[in-house]
Each structure stands twice: as structure tokens, then as C-alpha cells.
């Protein structure tokens, strides 16, 4: 699958329609919900028969496209199937270690199953599981193969009658090059600096590419990007840290604004451009440096880390929501899997403790930057865990 984002152009009026449109959806996804947590025990096909009921109670339901009706059924199921998945992962011993050739999850949102799935069992923490939540800030709608229409050239139609009608796409990708049949899903999406439409496209991206004969585990870090096990470091770009200035000087303006206030909306508008334009960058640089990685080892070895606990801890959260690891291990997996390279998540216990060369354990506080033992073996402290992750990847090496 790969998905191709446009633009869109439209009148006032059919931007309205768009929320409109995501509003709708989530209203669908919202009551299944509730008839889910009000009915226990209720699987896939009656949520769908309660979509149906819906339609026929509510004119603005019934406007939506059906299908994409559907969709947001699944959207709520999909929520519920993950939480089932979780209460079963968390009871069971068996440790599921380690992410190879996954599918790309490009298409789903962030804390998706996959994040989810590699989550260690053995930590029972209560509340954890993830109860499917009420959704208060939808900003898509996803269509399937109807409902739609693609227009000569580059305009698409929205023929349900939410009346979006004729959108103008702007942007470099050429969607006549694939048949129609294969466009899957066509989402709305609404960004901070305008609506987008995507594109998902059914294509097998795999591309041959010849092996390099090299292996390499990565240590991330906050002081640099990642170490690898070659001792090579990648720095840390920190945009946010770099916008913070002007994160504040705008996040001040929405406070000095009246509650309610049209101007408070507007100074809100404009810091949510800000954010996005941070994202943006963040995942720009984490999806060219997983490339460029991937391009060049055949195997990949990385932390299995669990990021949510990581940025509990308070001191650190900024700056690690801000280096993107996230981000980079889903390009990484993505790029191994259209490249045909293996990736490796590894069980980050002990990665920077354990001596590389002979294996004792080298206890050393988070300041401690340079691993010392008793064996001879003196490695900068990132390097050596950049090791230890490589060699519990393939300890044959
Ligand atoms: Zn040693």
C-alpha cells in the first residue's frame, strides 16, 4: 500500500461540508461504541447492523456514504479487537519478541496494534490495556471505493450527499498512472493549515536490491540521534527545541486572548501551524535517515523501547517526544520491508550495562558516559549498547 496526499482547493462552503462529513463519522464510531459498552458481548455483525439502524434514524447519517459509514464501524471495531488483544497479551506469559518485514503501518494512526503488540507482557500495569475511548476531535473521514469520483484532471468528486462536491487537488502525484480499481480508501484529512485528501493505492513496492553484507544494531540517544555499532553517530536535530521560541511567543498570544473570543481562534489557528510544521520536519528527517540506513545494511538491529513509559518520566519527555524515535523506527520498518532488508526489535534490558566484549555486567549511572571493564574493553557508553543490541540480534556474528 502506499498512500499519495493532495491538497485541496474548495469554496468556504464545502470546507464545511468536509467537517461536516468528519463529523458524521465520528458520531458512527462514537454510538457503536457506546451500543458496544451498553451491550457487552456484541461482535463485528451487529455493529454493523447497528450502523444500518443509525442510517435510518438519522437523515445526517444516512447523507454520509455508506461505505464510508462502514468504515467508521470498522475504525470502532478495530478499536475494540486491540483491546481484546491486549487484556489476552497481558495474561499470557509468552514473550512476543522482536519485528521483522512488518507491513507497513503508514495507514494507521500513531499507538496503533503493532506498537502495541510488542509491548512485553510481563509489565502488568493496571489501566493499560487500552479501553476503547469516545473520540472528541476526529479530523478524518475515509471513504471507500464509492461515494467518489475522479475528475480529468487532477479534481475529484464527492458524489454522497454531504455536498463536498468538486475538490481541485493540489499537488505533484500522478494518480492516472494507477488503475482506479486500485484506490482502496480516500480519506479527508483536516490539518491545522488546511483539509488534504489521501490516496490509498494497492501496490507491491518491493524493490531488489543487492545485499551489502553488513549488519548494524543502533543505540538512540538524546544527545545524538543514534550510535551505531560502527561507533558512527547520527546528531540530533532537536526542532523542537530550535521552534521553541516560537512555540511560546505564540502559545502567549492565545493565552492573552479572551476565552470564546474569535481573536483566541485565530491565535489558536495560528500556533496549531506552528506544530504541524514541526511535525512535518520531524518526520521529513526521520524518514531520510531510516532510508539512507536501511539502503545500506542488511540487517537492522534497534531497541524494543516502549516510548510511552519513557516519557512518563517528566525531565526527559520533551526531549524525547521531540527526537522522533517513534517515527523512525516505523520508517525503519517500512523501507526493510520495500527493500527486502531484515529489522530486528531487541529487548532493551541491560543493552548498556552488559560489557560488549565479554558479557559482565558494567553497572554505570545514566552520566557514566564511557563503559570501562575489567577485560580491557574501554567504548564510548552508546557505542558499546549499539553492540550489545547488534549481537543480541544475530549472536553468530
Ligand atoms: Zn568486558
Not at 463485528?44 to 435510518?56: H, M
Not at 504541524?276 to 534497534?302: G, M, P, T, W
Request: net charge positive; charged share 30%.
Amino acid at each position: 500500500m502506499i498512500v499519495y496526499e493532495f491538497k485541496v482547493k474548495g469554496k468556504p462552503y464545502q470546507y464545511k461540508a468536509i467537517d461536516e462529513a468528519i463529523r458524521t463519522a465520528q458520531f458512527v464510531r462514537n454510538s457503536c461504541l457506546r451500543y458496544w459498552i451498553d451491550n457487552r458481548g456484541l461482535g463485528r455483525k451487529e455493529l454493523y447492523r447497528y450502523n444500518t439502524e443509525l442510517r435510518a434514524m438519522y437523515p445526517f447519517v444516512k447523507d454520509l456514504n455508506s461505505h464510508a459509514c462502514q468504515a467508521s464501524v470498522e475504525r470502532c471495531w478495530s478499536a475494540i479487537a486491540r483491546f481484546f488483544d491486549n487484556c489476552k497479551k497481558r495474561c499470557d506469559p509468552a514473550p512476543s519478541q522482536g519485528a521483522s518485514g512488518q507491513t507497513p503501518a503508514i495507514f494507521n494512526r500513531p499507538g496503533n496494534a503493532d506498537q502495541e503488540k510488542e509491548r512485553a507482557p510481563r509489565e502488568k500495569i493496571p489501566g493499560k490495556k487500552g479501553y476503547p475511548r469516545f473520540k472528541k476531535n476526529s479530523r478524518s473521514v475515509e471513504y471507500k471505493q464509492s461515494g467518489w469520483k475522479l475528475l480529468d484532471p487532477k479534481q475529484i468528486e464527492f458524489t454522497d450527499k454531504k455536498g463536498i462536491g468538486k475538490l481541485k487537488l493540489v499537488g505533484t502525484w500522478d494518480l492516472a498512472f494507477y488503475p482506479v480499481e486500485r484506490i482502496k480508501r480516500v480519506r479527508l484529512v483536516r490539518r491545522a493549515d488546511g483539509y488534504y485528501v489521501q490516496f490509498c493505492i494497492q501496490v507491491d513496492v518491493k524493490i531488489e536490491t543487492k545485499p551489502t553484507g553488513k549488519t548494524i544494531g543502533l543505540d538512540v540517544g538524546l544527545k545524538e540521534f543514534y550510535t551505531d555499532s560502527n561507533n558512527n553517530t547520527e546528531p540530533n536535530p532537536r526542532f523542537y527545541r530550535k521552534s521553541e521560541k516560537q512555540l511560546s511567543f505564540y502559545q502567549r498570544r492565545v493565552s492573552r486572548k479572551n476565552i470564546g473570543s474569535a481573536n483566541r481562534l485565530k491565535a489558536i489557528k495560528r500556533l496549531g501551524k506552528v506544530h504541524l510544521k514541526i511535525s512535518r520536519q520531524r518526520e521529513e528527517h526521520a524518514k531520510k535517515i531510516a532510508r539512507c540506513v536501511i539502503q545500506s545494511n542488511d540487517l537492522v538491529a534497534y531497541e524494543d523501547l516502549r516510548i510511552k513509559n519513557l516519557v512518563k518520566n517528566h525531565c526527559l519527555a520533551k526531549s524525547i517526544n521531540d527526537a522522533g524515535w517513534y517515527q523512525f523506527r516505523k520508517w525503519l520498518e517500512y523501507f526493510g520491508n520495500k527493500f527486502g532488508r531484515v529489522t530486528v526489535a531487541v529487548n532493551p534490558a541491560y543493552t548498556s550495562q552488559n560489557c560488549s566484549s565479554c558479557g559482565t555486567i558494567v553497572k554505570k549511572s545514566l552520566s557514566t558516559r564511557t563503559h570501562v571493564c575489567q577485560c580491557g574493553c574501554e567504548l564510548d557508553r552508546d557505542h558499546n549498547a549499539a553492540i550489545n543490541i547488534l549481537n543480541s540480534a544475530c549472536p553468530f556474528t
